[in-house]
């Protein structure tokens, strides 16, 4: 029944952690200036390594959206969508980002923000000036991962989840670990047992066809009695290997219930 209801809990944690995953909607790089030379392949690229970014940075069991299946969810009537926290509530996306490039005086500027779809908040964003593609890459490179990171850190997500799973964590190898001890104890006394059982047949043997000479009689008499001290012994051994063992997996059992 215990197990039963370990593998039960275990289940459990599992669905809630499934069901607190995130998922993530980078929208495409735009060009905002039609002045901007750039072609629709180098801005996909662009945010093609803003997404794999934020599947490096993310945890798990957060869900980064490809390019095909934002493009599934996006409905025919995205034109009239007024902001981008509209888009992430139409493709029911928790978070979504949109950037685009701009121009000041002779250098361009990428723009990247981040936003947090249930509260329509900004979560973070940057600038950068570059003259080239290759200088916006390295940008992204550069502070994608602290602006992702900003995810797990925001106001909306519990400030005590990241410390439960890491109790939790404790307390399952914990239990783990008593687990191990109890059943090794068990085994040492199973072991004992056997111990017991040989030498209590050792001393039987010794027993039988008890020799008539004084010397040899005597000689007998004190391997049956050194049998029977060992048998004596190794019963003594099984029941604190047995007490000791059956106390740890008790102790196990109460951490995997009450933890």
């Given at each position: 029944m215990f197990k039963e209801l370990k593998y039960t809990l275990l289940a459990a944690i599992l669905c809630l952690a499934t069901a607190n995953a995130g998922t993530l909607a980078v929208l495409e790089i735009t060009i905002a200036d039609d002045e901007i030379d750039l072609a629709v392949d180098e801005t996909k690229f662009l945010s093609d390594e803003l997404r794999r970014q934020a599947i490096r940075i993310l945890p798990k069991d957060y869900s980064v959206l490809s390019r095909e299946k934002i493009i599934t969810l996006i409905p025919e009537t995205a034109e009239n969508l007024k902001s981008v926290v509209d888009i992430g509530m139409v493709i029911k996306s928790d978070y979504v980002t949109r950037g685009y490039i701009g121009k000041v005086g002779n250098l361009l500027t990428l723009t990247v923000e981040l936003y947090e779809t249930s509260s329509g908040n900004m979560l973070g964003?940057?600038?950068?000036?570059?003259?080239?593609l290759k200088g916006f890459l390295?940008?992204?490179?550069?502070?994608?991962?602290?602006?992702?990171?900003?995810?797990t850190r925001s106001s909306s997500i519990p400030t005590n989840i990241p410390a439960e799973p890491k109790k939790g964590n404790t307390s399952f190898w914990?239990?783990?670990?008593l687990d191990v001890l109890g059943a090794t104890a068990i085994g040492l006394g199973i072991y004992n047992n056997s111990k017991a059982g040989d030498h209590h047949k050792e001393s039987q043997k010794l027993m039988e066809?008890?020799?008539?000479?004084?010397?040899?009689?005597?000689?007998?008499?004190?391997e049956f009695k050194?049998?029977?001290?060992?048998?004596?012994d190794a019963k003594t051994m099984r029941n604190i290997f047995y007490i000791t063992g059956g106390a740890l997996l008790a102790g196990g059992i109460a951490v995997h219930i009450w933890f």
């Open positions: 964003d940057f600038v950068k000036e570059s003259k080239d390295d940008a992204i490179r550069e502070n994608a991962p602290d602006l992702f990171a900003k995810i914990v239990a783990v670990g066809n008890v020799p008539n000479e004084a010397g040899q009689y005597s000689k007998r008499e004190t050194d049998s029977q001290q060992k048998m004596e």
